[in-house]
C-alpha cells in the first residue's frame, strides 16, 4: 500500500495474479533488467510469467486498464536494447519462458504449431524428430526464441534459401494490448481475406501486441550437402561467384557467407581450438554451401566443378571442401565465432547494414576509404550474408591498442560520427542502416532520420491503433511521444 492507501501497481498485480505469476525476486530482476551484451541496463517493475494465452490476455487487459508498461522478453538475445526495460522501474517484463509447448505438428501440411516461448533449437529438433526441416538457424538458436524470432524477423545463415522469419511463418496468435486475442494458426497456404494482419506483429519487436503461438513452415530436410571454404580476391569476385554458383547448381545455394582475413585471424586468436580451413593467405573468404533434398544429388562434384571454373576465371584462389560432417561444422564454427572473438578482442561499434547485392562491392570499397581515412585507429572487421546483401561492418578496437588499453572502450567518443558516416553511406547506396537487428532503443533516431514522412506518419496511426494506451514496449522502435502515455 502507498501512503495514501491506494495500493501500488506492483501490489495490484501480486494481489490479482498472485507471486507464482510475478516475480520480484532480485536474482531474476537483475537478469531481466539487462541485456546479453550488457549494453543496455533497466529496472523492472517484476517479472510476469504466465503460462497460457488466457494469463496472456488477462495480464494485459489488467495493465491496459491501469497503463503499466508491459516489456515482452524472450531468450533476451537481441542487439537492439529491445527487451530492456528502461530505468524508471514501473516497467514490466513479460517472460514467455513457461510458453514452450509444441501445440500440433503436421508433416502431411508441412507445418507446425508452437508456443513463442519455444527455444529455437526445441523448434529445430521437433521438426526432425517428424522427419521435417525447420530452416531458421542464426548463433543464438540455443537461446533464442520463436516469438522474440518474429519479433525481430530474424534472418541468420539459410536466408537465401528459405527467407527471413516472415517467410516462414503462415499464422499467429497474439494478445493484443487490451488483451484481446487474434488468431490465425489454420496453417493456410492460401488466404486473400483483406488486410494480413499477421505481418504487422513480425518484426514489430512487442511494440503492437504480445506474440503467443505460431504457424510455422517445415520443409523436407536436406539430404545432401557440399560445403566449400574458398579464398576470394575481394568482395566483387564473391558476389560475381554467388551468381555462377547459383546457375551451376540450380539455385541449390542455401549459405553464402564472406569473411575477411582479420575475421578469421580474430576467431583463430581468441577461441585456440579453432584451425584455419586453408594454408596460404587471403584477403578474402566465402564459406558456402549447397543443400537437397535428394540424397542422390551429386552436390559435391557440382561444387567441385564450379569452383574449378572459378579458379580459371580469377574468381577463386583456392578452396577446402568439406570431408564429411565434422568437417562441415568446423568451418561453420569458425564464422558463427566471429561475433563471440570480436567481444573477446575488446569493445567494437557496430552496423548491421543491408545492400542490393550488386552495390555492396561498391558501398565495402567506399566504407572502408573512409574508415581508413576518417577513422584510422580502428580495426575494420566486415563479414554477413553477403548471399542476402547483409553485411556486419564492424569497427574494432583491439589490435590497434596496448593490452592494458583493451578493455577502455576508445571508439565509443566516436560513434555518432561514424554512424552517421557508415549509415549515409548506406543510404547512398540505397541499402538499409537496420537489416537484421531492429531498432529496439539503439536506432530509434535511425529510424526517424532515415524512414520518410509518409511510412512514419502509418507507423505512428498503426501503433496508436493497436496501442491507443502506448503501454507495449514504450519507447522502442517509435520515440515515446508517438505512443498515448
Ligand atoms: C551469437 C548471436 C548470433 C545472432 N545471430 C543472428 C542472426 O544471424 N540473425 C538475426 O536476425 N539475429 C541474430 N542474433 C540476434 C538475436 O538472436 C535475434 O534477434 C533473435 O531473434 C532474438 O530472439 P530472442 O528470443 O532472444 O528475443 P529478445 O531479445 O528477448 O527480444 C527481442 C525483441 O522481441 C520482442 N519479443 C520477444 N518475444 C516476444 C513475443 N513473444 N511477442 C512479442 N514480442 C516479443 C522483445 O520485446 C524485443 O523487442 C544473434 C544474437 C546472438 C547473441
Redesign the pocket.
Known sequence: MTSGGAATPLAQLQARFGLELISTDPASLAAAGVD?RRLYHGKPLAIASPRSTLEVSQLLAFCDARRIAV?????????CG??TPDESGTELVLS?RRMRAIRRIDPANDSMVVE??LVLAEAQQAAAAAGRFFPLS???EG???I??????N????QVLRYGMMRELVLGLEVVLADGRVLSSLDALRKDNTGYDLRHL?IGA??TL????AAALRLFPPPRAIATAFVAVPDPQAAVTLLGALRSASGDRVSSFELLPRIALELVLRHLPDMRAPLAGPSPWFVLCELTSARAEDPLDAILQDALGAAFESGLATDAALAQGERERREFWRLRENI??AQRRDGPSLKHDVSLPIDRLPAFVEAASAWVASEAPMAQLVCYGHVGDGNLHFNLGQGATLAAAQRDTDLLKPHEDRVKRAIHDLVRAHGGSFSA???I?RLKVEELQRYASPVELELMRLIKQAFDPNGIM?PG?VLPRSSCAD
Not at 516469438?147 to 525481430?152: H, I, P, Q
Not at 530474424?154 to 545463415?157: D, E
Not at 501486441?209 to 503467443?212: E, S
Request: aromatic content about 4%.
Open positions: 546479453h516489456v515482452p522478453q524472450g531468450g533476451n538475445t537481441g542487439y529491445a527487451a514467455l513463442s516461448g542464426l548463433g543464438s537461446s533464442c526464441q516469438g522474440g524470432n518474429l519479433a525481430t530474424a534472418g541468420g545463415v506483429f519487436e512487442g501486441g504480445v506474440i503467443t561475433p563471440e537484421e537487428h531492429g529496439g514496449n522502442k
